[in-house]
DNA sequence: GATAGACTCCTTCTTTGGTAGGAGGCGAGA
DNA sequence: TCTCGCCTCCTACCAAAGAAGGAGTCTATC
């Protein structure tokens, strides 16, 4: 069936969540490991492996650094964040970061197992309960604005300067923005003004000193308060 | 059963998955908005609602601010994204906005039922294709190198490189490094190449995903040793 | 009703960016 | 020695970027 693999440095936990493995997925072949080095040298020789239940808390990979270096040495192997943290942002990074999944342990049996088996069948997992709480209230809105430069761009131009951002030319913010070339032209020559610059790299770089994406959000709240 | 609410201003899409909803999860009661100022209204009045359909680009909302608008206004509403847009980073920031789920528009009918069934039921969906894909960009800082691209440069490429990314002119380069600017256009079009990109905006964006500066004192190490 | 700002688009022009191809000099290694 | 890669520079050409100036619509505000 399947091969899965855990890795946690904690040995109690490893054996329990094989039991429920054992129990609710019968007939998958587990694979343990106690620190990230293992884990490593064992999915490199193990060609079936299809999933790797990360710790978050390893001995020597501290945090999302592990999975971050899983990632990147082992891009094909699904991985699913098994942690105690419960923070919505952490979840959101190791997603971010191309987890599978993320099981908080306080999760109880069946949800485990069925979150692994909707894994298994190539779905995405993340815990309902931490994520359809609204986000806690983010810290939001920087009143001392480090650049008057960007503020004093409006909305249009801001969308202009974040696909810029991207390095798109001209022609594909025209198409994207469904307006004239000679109309990005005009946007952005605006924004080089504004900006005191004189060439769109120049404006990139000014922008995302100043976090742009940021400012984008605080633009279409303002808006919608307004 | 459940009532769901379909936000979406194209009148052939709402019906189109109307149709689809109705077939496959019989007996939900439908409504329907072609902004957003409408489905605040109609989800305002009515208390039964389960789940709202929330396309991105309504004629009142651009982009995800429909969406942090309704999770101010009616945080008890679970809202699914349905759109065009397929950007990872769109998706997270749906998520972190509060969103129980997202679903392209590309997905398939039976895809998109099991979806809105697991959201029903209190799970959160993301699109397995698209979140399983490693992430295009990510800083790396690790010694394995993800990008090929950037070693290929040599020595000279990379003093270019370095100046492109302070957003100086080939004018410019061609001044501080005292070669001709017909040898600096040389050098960008080989990075160009190189990088397997098409402006040197896009050259820039690839250089600093990969830590330029690294990359250079190692060069310059290596010149060194040698 | 008038004013001002934002967005849209146009033409014209100059500068910059980028490609293609060829060519000479130089140093490392077969 | 001969070859190969890198750096250098050139011409010629085309595409993209940006400046300048004018102009129409719409909306909010006074």
């Given at each position: 069936?399947?091969?899965?693999?855990i890795?946690?440095?904690?040995?109690l936990?490893?054996d329990?969540?094989?039991?429920?493995?054992?129990?609710?997925?019968?007939?998958c072949?587990?694979?343990?490991?106690?620190?990230?080095?293992?884990?490593?040298?064992?999915?490199t020789?193990?060609?079936a492996?299809?999933?790797?239940?990360?710790?978050?808390?390893?001995?020597?990979?501290?945090?999302?650094?592990?999975?971050q270096?899983?990632r990147?040495?082992?891009?094909?192997?699904?991985?699913?964040?098994?942690?105690?943290?419960?923070?919505?942002?952490?979840?959101?990074?190791?997603?971010?970061?191309?987890?599978v999944?993320?099981?908080p342990?306080?999760?109880?049996?069946?949800?485990?197992?069925?979150?692994?088996?909707?894994?298994?069948?190539?779905r995405?997992y993340?815990?309902?309960?931490?994520m359809?709480?609204?986000?806690?209230?983010?810290?939001?809105?920087?009143?001392?604005?480090?650049?008057?430069?960007?503020?004093?761009?409006?909305?249009?131009?801001?969308?202009?300067?974040?696909r810029l951002?991207r390095?798109?030319s001209?022609?594909?913010?025209?198409?994207?923005?469904?307006?004239?070339e000679t109309t990005?032209?005009?946007h952005?020559?605006?924004?080089?003004?504004?900006?005191?610059?004189?060439?769109?790299?120049?404006?990139?770089?000014?922008?995302?000193?100043?976090?742009?994406?940021?400012?984008?959000a605080?633009?279409?709240?303002?808006?919608?308060?307004?």
């Amino acid at each position: 069936m399947h091969t899965l693999m855990i890795a946690d440095d904690h040995p109690l936990f490893r054996d329990a969540i094989a039991a429920v493995i054992d129990a609710g997925l019968p007939g998958c072949h587990l694979l343990q490991a106690d620190s990230l080095a293992e884990a490593l040298h064992q999915a490199t020789a193990c060609e079936a492996l299809d999933l790797l239940l990360l710790d978050l808390g390893l001995p020597d990979a501290e945090g999302l650094s592990g999975l971050q270096a899983l990632r990147e040495a082992l891009p094909w192997l699904p991985v699913v964040i098994v942690s105690a943290d419960q923070e919505r942002h952490t979840i959101l990074e190791a997603i971010d970061l191309g987890a599978v999944g993320y099981i908080p342990k306080s999760t109880p049996r069946e949800a485990l197992l069925a979150a692994l088996a909707g894994i298994l069948e190539g779905r995405i997992y993340l815990p309902p309960d931490i994520m359809r709480r609204p986000p806690a209230t983010r810290p939001s809105s920087s009143p001392a604005d480090l650049s008057p430069h960007l503020a004093s761009l409006t909305a249009k131009q801001l969308e202009v300067l974040a696909r810029l951002s991207r390095g798109a030319s001209n022609k594909l913010i025209a198409r994207e923005l469904d307006i004239a070339e000679t109309t990005v032209k005009t946007h952005v020559s605006a924004i080089l003004r504004k900006l005191g610059v004189t060439s769109r790299v120049q404006a990139i770089l000014v922008a995302d000193q100043a976090d742009l994406a940021t400012r984008l959000a605080q633009h279409r709240k303002h808006r919608l308060d307004a």
